[in-house]
């Protein structure tokens, strides 16, 4: 069964169209733009995909540690929430010997067995030949994944000189990281996920995020934003919150807004923050179009993935188009 419904977008990509019909997808499921006349545009749906889980894998970086150990945990929360399948990558270096990559195979799919005693569900494993700061992304992309699990041990070391090695395996990515220290909480799901609003356009991006973890999960979603005098800076930062605004009522979401109490480092504010009021994720966007020099100068969101609270953090990277989007359907 089809409907043709009517929405309103604000997207580049859709002002292009001249020939209809033109197939497209938002969130998890297509649909087929028919018409268009000026900005509205008419969507040939089908009405039975609507709200239904596809089966897109939580991808889980394994390298057998602990902090592996707490991303499966962690996917393992997620999965029974979204239904949504498990599989486990370990990379290794090109031109491995293959001894040692049946080895780690084998190692790799015990895991798995256990996994599945203990839970009663199976999961799969992979193992990917190259290095883990383009590897994963690129596998993640290649199969459309809905999100990588990956654990961190925060920035140590040469981390601190070189840049966040989480961040550096973030950054080419299509898909989302959820970037873990910890084993999950003692609650059962995502019960307050913090969204940082600045005056970034790619801000909005998360929103998708946002919208799908509050579906699922059932959580309240806290809008903070710092405060400011600039009159330019804040009609950025109350557009956005707006955005937010619109979309998450449109879909039923809990949410509150918040300022923080004070100027200055907003990265800190946004962890002190998650810390009082023991949220369960932090939801940022990535610099766009980061370098080498970003990651030795510093960048805002290496500090919030490897925060001292150990909280989750959802990180989105921004995309070409994307960030205008102006109508969230699910």
Known sequence: ??????????????????????EYQVLDFKFTVVNR?????????????????????????????????????????????????????????KGCDS???????????????????KHGIKISCEILAGTIFNT??????????????????GIKGMQKLTGSWALKVIAPSKVPFLVVQDKPSGKHRFTDIVFPID?????????????????????????????TTDKAISKMVNANQNFAVRYLIQNNIDYKIHVTKKSGNFGNQTIAFAQEI?????????????????????????????????????????????SSISSVMY
């Open 1 to 22: 069964m089809r409907k043709t419904v009517v929405a309103y977008f604000d997207l580049p990509g859709l002002r292009g169209f001249h020939n209809m019909p033109v």
């Open 37 to 93: 006349i000026n900005k509205t545009i008419f969507l040939s749906i089908n009405a039975n995909n609507i709200m239904e889980k596809t089966e897109k894998d939580l991808l889980v970086t394994y390298d057998f540690t602990p902090v592996s150990e707490n991303a499966l945990a962690h996917a393992l929360r997620v999965s029974k929430y979204t239904e949504s399948p498990i599989r486990l990558l370990h990379v290794v270096e």
């Open 99 to 117: 001894n040692v990559r049946e080895e780690k195979k084998n190692k790799l799919q015990i895991i798995c067995d256990e996994f599945y005693e």
């Open 136 to 153: 994963i992304a690129k596998y993640a992309s290649d199969n459309d994944a809905r999100m990588v699990i990956m654990g961190t041990h």
């Open 199 to 227: 005056f970034k356009a790619e801000t909005r991006e998360k929103l998708y995020w946002a919208i799908f973890l509050g579906k699922y999960f059932n959580s309240r979603v806290h809008l903070l934003k710092p405060p």
């Open 278 to 322: 023991d949220a369960d994720l932090i939801l940022i966007t990535t610099t766009k179009g980061m370098n080498m020099t970003d990651f030795v100068l510093g960048l805002p969101e290496q500090e919030i993935i490897a925060n001292s609270a150990r909280i989750p953090v959802m990180a989105v990277n921004p995309r070409v188009g994307v």
